[in-house]
């Protein structure tokens, strides 16, 4: 029986203490991979994204590695019709995608989890011991998300005060973030919808036509990139080849 250790709960503290979180979710999962080889089968990654209609894609958490600074400026363009979008990868297929209207709030996204994320995993995995992981996104430290996981998956879930701490500003450790998103927006944004009815369709035809041996390679790769987060020790890895 796979058994885990759970961390104590403390009080929301916004300033982030790098000592005391220093990448956990890496040397946690080497060590639960250690005990169950398939432990990685059991994660259903989740993370949510926009869309924009005019086919621009944010490049906020883009980071170019070069020799010298290239001084590149970008300008963007505000309050442009979109779509907030949830999905949710695992080895066992995509889950989604769902979208929110308006804003993503805790409240939001807390009834999202009631009325389609948690019924959506259970579907797909029954009673065989899913994990849920979330990222630190605001919406995710609402008292109420954490107390109604703690409820439904209690010692099943990842995120920031979780089972497993997942680390702030770690998009190269989920497979959302360095597949999925950039795979469907690839994918839509060449389609151009005119409207956001036309965006929500081309999405979810995006996501069906990924194949399941694809979604399978991608959620392995995790542990090879918590592996190599491992070996830079903690810092940036992208760039190493």
Same mark, same amino acid.
């Given at each position: 029986?796979?058994?885990?250790?759970?961390?104590?709960? *403390?009080?929301?503290?916004?300033?982030?203490?790098?000592?005391?979180?220093?990448?956990?979710?890496?040397? +946690?999962?080497?060590?639960?991979?250690?005990? &169950?080889?398939?432990?990685?089968?059991?994660?259903?990654?989740?993370?949510?994204?926009?869309?924009?209609?005019?086919?621009?894609?944010?490049?906020?958490?883009?980071?170019?590695?070069?020799?010298?600074?290239? *001084?590149?400026?970008?300008?963007?363009?505000?309050?442009?019709?979109?779509?907030?979008?949830?999905?949710?990868?695992?080895?066992?297929?995509?889950?989604?995608?769902?979208?929110?209207?308006?804003?993503?709030?805790?409240?939001?996204?807390?009834?999202?989890?009631?009325?389609?994320?948690?019924?959506?995993?259970?579907?797909?995995?029954?009673?065989?011991?899913?994990?849920?992981?979330? &990222?630190?996104?605001?919406? *995710?430290?609402?008292? &109420?998300?954490?107390?109604?996981?703690?409820?439904?998956?209690?010692?099943?879930?990842?995120? +920031?005060?979780?089972?497993?701490?997942?680390?702030?500003?770690?998009? &190269?450790?989920?497979?959302?973030?360095?597949?999925?998103?950039?795979?469907?927006?690839?994918?839509?944004?060449?389609?151009?919808?005119?409207?956001?009815?036309?965006?929500?369709?081309?999405?979810?035809?995006?996501?069906?036509?990924?194949?399941?041996?694809?979604?399978?390679?991608?959620?392995?790769?995790?542990?090879?990139?918590?592996?190599?987060?491992?070996?830079?020790?903690?810092?940036?890895?992208?760039?190493?080849?």
């Amino acid at each position: 029986m796979l058994v885990l250790t759970l961390i104590v709960r *403390h009080k929301l503290n916004t300033r982030y203490n790098r000592e005391q979180y220093k990448f956990p979710l890496p040397v +946690q999962l080497m060590k639960v991979l250690k005990v &169950d080889e398939e432990f990685v089968t059991k994660i259903v990654w989740s993370d949510e994204a926009q869309f924009k209609l005019n086919g621009k894609v944010n490049r906020h958490y883009c980071v170019y590695w070069a020799p010298e600074n290239l *001084h590149v400026h970008v300008g963007k363009a505000v309050n442009l019709p979109g779509v907030n979008v949830w999905c949710g990868l695992s080895a066992r297929g995509l889950i989604g995608p769902f979208f929110f209207e308006g804003t993503v709030t805790g409240e939001a996204y807390l009834e999202m989890l009631r009325s389609s994320i948690l019924p959506a995993i259970r579907a797909l995995y029954e009673n065989s011991g899913v994990f849920y992981q979330q &990222d630190g996104a605001l919406p *995710h430290y609402h008292q &109420d998300v954490w107390a109604f996981l703690d409820e439904n998956l209690q010692g099943h879930w990842i995120g +920031q005060r979780g089972t497993f701490e997942f680390p702030p500003r770690s998009l &190269d450790l989920t497979p959302l973030d360095f597949y999925l998103w950039g795979t469907l927006k690839d994918v839509v944004y060449r389609k151009k919808p005119a409207t956001l009815g036309d965006f929500r369709a081309e999405i979810r035809a995006a996501c069906a036509a990924i194949p399941i041996n694809t979604l399978t390679d991608v959620n392995q790769s995790t542990t090879r990139r918590c592996n190599r987060c491992l070996a830079a020790n903690g810092k940036h890895f992208e760039h190493l080849h």
